[in-house]
């Protein structure tokens, strides 16, 4: 599915998103990453959401988020709440959703000058 956008001076955006790829200012990415308005990391070592682990949170705390979209694959499926509590601790934002609607959320957010970040599962 493409997604419409206004410019891809504004940052990191996700332009499309399909079955194992997500496009990023029209570049396709076939492995999990972190996405923010000004820094992708396209070595999110994660396969499943199953796997969550705090390694992996902290690789999106280092981004000083106020929210945080975690993509978690074709499906939603929430992990345990004691891999995430952290988050939480903080007072920061989090919500776990399917992949396909993360690209959304994160591409609505992000253009309302939000603090975004998002870890997407691929």
């Not at 990023?24 to 994660?46: D, M, P, Q, R, V």
């Amino acid at each position: 599915m493409k997604f419409a956008q206004d410019s891809q001076d504004e940052g990191y955006v996700i332009t499309a998103y399909g079955d194992g790829s997500v496009s990023i200012n029209g570049n396709a990415f076939n492995n999990s990453l972190i996405i923010t308005k000004t820094t992708l990391n396209e070595s999110w070592n994660i396969r499943s959401i199953d796997l969550l682990q705090a390694t992996h949170i902290e690789q999106i705390l280092i981004h000083n988020p106020e929210l945080i979209i975690i993509g978690t694959g074709e499906k939603l499926v929430f992990p345990d709440i004691e891999t995430y509590s952290g988050i939480i601790k903080q007072g920061i934002g989090v919500d776990f959703v399917d992949t396909r609607a993360a690209c959304r959320t994160y591409n609505i957010l992000m253009s309302e000058g939000r603090n975004v970040v998002a870890g997407l599962i691929i």
